[in-house]
Antibody, heavy 118, light 109 residues
Framework: QVQLAQSGAEVKKPGASVKVSCKAS????????INWVRRATGQGLEWMGW????????GYAQKFQGRVTMTRNTSISTAYMELSSLTSEDTAVYYC???????????WGQGTQVTVSS | QSALTQPASVSGSPGQSITISCTGT?????????VSWYQQHPGKAPKLMIY???NRPSGVSNRFSGSKSGNTASLTISGLQAEDEADYYC?????????FGGGTKLTVL
């Protein structure tokens, strides 16, 4: 069955960067695009962007342009999301999720808590 | 891209039906049949409930249904059960990105 296993919780200082991983199993990693979505404390879901594991092509939400980088390592079926210049407003649970056959998110990782605190 | 508009909260008694609205624009909800709905329980990852406006993934109860009229999409839950109490989010394709609604907290009384 499809599984997305994310890396563990992180605590970062303001101004630092964080890199979250998402290891896929149960399907061909290069067949479905990976998205990143976050939910800040007390807030709703927020789409950050997508990446094609096949080509490495990316598309980022305007809000995160210049601050987010999505990459992958196909040899280990793992996608990465790196967010730089962290502030307290980036404290959130970050999820990876696959695109389905059209524009929806069908499989989700378990989430990674990122806390930004001095 | 502004978030889609959802009511902050809705409530209903067991067995009743409720509808959650999701209002966007002609550039998102109204322009594409790519509206999806997600259920999220506290501390859990979101779960896909409806995709492409009206389609239900395998394993999702047929008590959940979706529709769209103009720039507004709706999620209807019939025969409310205690386990339906959760946060619900709509999402739409915008042509170049994806946008979520602000979320609706469903309380089963």
């Amino acid at each position: 069955q499809v599984q997305l296993a994310q890396s563990g919780a992180e605590v970062k200082k303001p101004g630092a960067s964080v890199k979250v991983s998402c290891k896929a199993s149960g399907y061909s990693f290069t067949s479905y695009d990976i998205n990143w979505v976050r939910r800040a404390t007390g807030q709703g879901l927020e789409w950050m962007g997508w990446m094609s594991p096949n080509s490495g092509t990316t598309g980022y939400a305007q809000k995160f342009q210049g601050r987010v980088t999505m990459t992958r390592n196909t040899s280990i079926s793992t996608a990465y999301m790196e967010l730089s210049s962290l502030t307290s407003e980036d404290t959130a649970v970050y999820y990876c999720a696959t695109y389905g056959d059209s524009y929806y998110f069908d499989y989700w990782g378990q989430g990674t808590q990122v806390t930004v605190s001095s | 891209q502004s978030a889609l508009t959802q009511p902050a909260s809705v409530s209903g008694s067991p067995g009743q039906s409720i509808t959650i609205s999701c209002t966007g624009t002609s550039s998102d909800v109204g322009g594409y049949n790519y509206v999806s709905w997600y259920q999220q329980h506290p501390g859990k990852a979101p779960k896909l409930m409806i995709y492409d406006v009206t389609n239900r993934p395998s394993g999702v109860s047929n008590r959940f249904s979706g529709s769209k009229s103009g720039n507004t999409a709706s999620l209807t839950i019939s025969g409310l059960q205690a386990e339906d109490e959760a946060d619900y989010y709509c999402n739409s394709y915008t042509g170049s990105s994806m946008v979520f609604g602000g979320g609706t907290k469903l309380t089963v009384l």
